[in-house]
C-alpha cells in the first residue's frame, strides 16, 4: 500500500483480494448446494403438507354463504345467481368444488334404502367422496333435517365408491336454532367411512 500525493491510499493488492473474496463466495454456494443435493436424495427435505380433501371441503361450504353474498353484488346490475333454492345450492357449489378436484360427478344414483332409491349430489372419484347438499325451508325443521341426514348416512355407507361422506346444509335464514348440536350428533370419524355434517352459515 502506498500512499500518493494527491492524499488517496492506493491498494496494490486490491485486484487480489476482490478475487479471494469471489473465490470464497464462489466456495461457499458450492457448498450449500452440495448440502441441499445430499438432503434431497435423502429425502430430508419434506414436502409441504398437502390438505386433506374432507378439510378442503369444509373450508368450501364454511365460506359458501360469503360466495353467495358476494354474487349479488354485480357492476351494473348484471344477471347473477341468487341462491333461492337446492338446485341453486348445487350449481354453486359444483362449480366452487371444480375449483379444486378435478373429477367432480353430479347426480350419481345411490343404493335404494328403506325402498327408495336417490341420487346423490357429487361424487368425487378420486377421493371417493360423496357431498350430500339441502337448504333449509318452511317444513324442513330440525326433526325432519335428522331423520333425513340419518337416512342419508344409512344409504351412502352401501354405496361401493363412498369412503366418506359430507352433508352441507345450507340455511341462510337461521331456521335450525340448535346446529352444531346435528352436526355433533352426526359426526362419526370411525373409518372407513367417516361422516361430516356442516350447517352454515
Do not use: W
Not at 8 to 33: C, D, M, P, T, W
Not at 115 to 131: C, H, P, T, Y
Request: aromatic residues 6%.
Amino acid at each position: 500500500m502506498a500512499l500518493l500525493g494527491d492524499g488517496h491510499v492506493y491498494v496494490a493488492n486490491f485486484k487480489e483480494q476482490v478475487e479471494r473474496g469471489y473465490q470464497g463466495s464462489v466456495k461457499s454456494g458450492l457448498g450449500i448446494l452440495k448440502a441441499a443435493k445430499e438432503d434431497i436424495e435423502a429425502g430430508n427435505l419434506a414436502k409441504a403438507p398437502e390438505q386433506s380433501p374432507l378439510l378442503l371441503i369444509e373450508q368450501i361450504c364454511s365460506r359458501f354463504h360469503l360466495v353467495a353474498r358476494q354474487l349479488r353484488s354485480r357492476h351494473g346490475g348484471r344477471p347473477t345467481l341468487d341462491v333461492q333454492d337446492e338446485y341453486d345450492v348445487q350449481d354453486l357449489m359444483h362449480a366452487l368444488l371444480c375449483l379444486h378436484f378435478i373429477d367432480v360427478r353430479p347426480e350419481e344414483y345411490t343404493p335404494s334404502y328403506a325402498g327408495k332409491a336417490s341420487r346423490m349430489d357429487f361424487l368425487l372419484k378420486q377421493e371417493s367422496i360423496v357431498i350430500e347438499l339441502k337448504m333449509t325451508r318452511a317444513g324442513l325443521g330440525p326433526k325432519e333435517l335428522s331423520t333425513q341426514l340419518i337416512e342419508d348416512i344409512e344409504r351412502y355407507k352401501a354405496h361401493p365408491d363412498c369412503q366418506a361422506l359430507v352433508c352441507f346444509v345450507y340455511d341462510p335464514a337461521g331456521l335450525i336454532p340448535n346446529p352444531r348440536g346435528i352436526e355433533a350428533d352426526l359426526k362419526r370419524d370411525e373409518n372407513p367411512f367417516p361422516v361430516r355434517v356442516l350447517i352454515r352459515p
